[in-house]
């Protein structure tokens, strides 16, 4: 894996023209945002913050796709504990 | 008892987290010619042989459903033999839902199969985090802990 992310990084910055420290730069800034939406619906889901700060936090499109996420898996568990 | 037909989404994250036999939960699996032909075009898991299931024919024509074509097939394959759809795209599962088809995903697989004694609770609940983090699922980790928990209470 370790070898993969180097070569990935040192492909990235040659195809890009840029050092690959700024690559880095920008991966640590993706991977944060990811983890910080992660946080932000769990919170909701775990009903430790509403809908309209969620909103605000993460985005509209974002909360909507996983209430139906939620409700995708809630059918599905209820159905298999159940059928 | 389950009737149920697949489109190759169940199909290739089950076989990803090396729980396709599970499929054979279901009292009675079909699967639509097309997926099959979807599968055949990246390469059908070998798995998928050791589990039983009948291959069908579906006439899509006029569903008027934006789909792809095997989903497209599965949803009319189960909608004209009352079955259960198993996907785990969300637009067929909202497709299906708006033609009153019962639908589920391998999510609802693997919590049968709890049920149905042939998958202990935790292990049902540790392929369930696989499904999230080997496979292309929809599902982000929040909401398969959320479902992990509803197992749990269960």
Known sequence: ?83 | MILAVVDAGPIIHLDEIDALALLSVVDELLIPQTVYQELEAGMVPPALETIEYELVESDTTGLGVELDPGETAALTVASERAAVLLTDDLAARDAANDRDVEVHGSIGILVLASTRGELEKSAAAELMRALQTETSLFVTDAVVEHGISLLDES
Do not use: F, H
């Open chain 1, 1 to 83: 894996m370790a070898t993969d992310l180097t070569e990935r990084v040192q492909e990235i910055a040659e195809a890009r023209g840029i050092p690959e420290s700024e690559i880095l730069e920008q991966a640590l800034e993706r991977g944060v945002e990811d983890l910080w939406v992660d946080l932000v619906l769990s919170r909701y889901i775990d009903d430790e913050i509403d809908r309209e700060t969620a909103i605000n936090l993460v985005g509209r499109d974002r909360v909507k796709r996983a209430e139906q996420e939620v409700q995708a898996v809630e059918d599905d568990v209820r159905w298999g504990l159940n059928a």
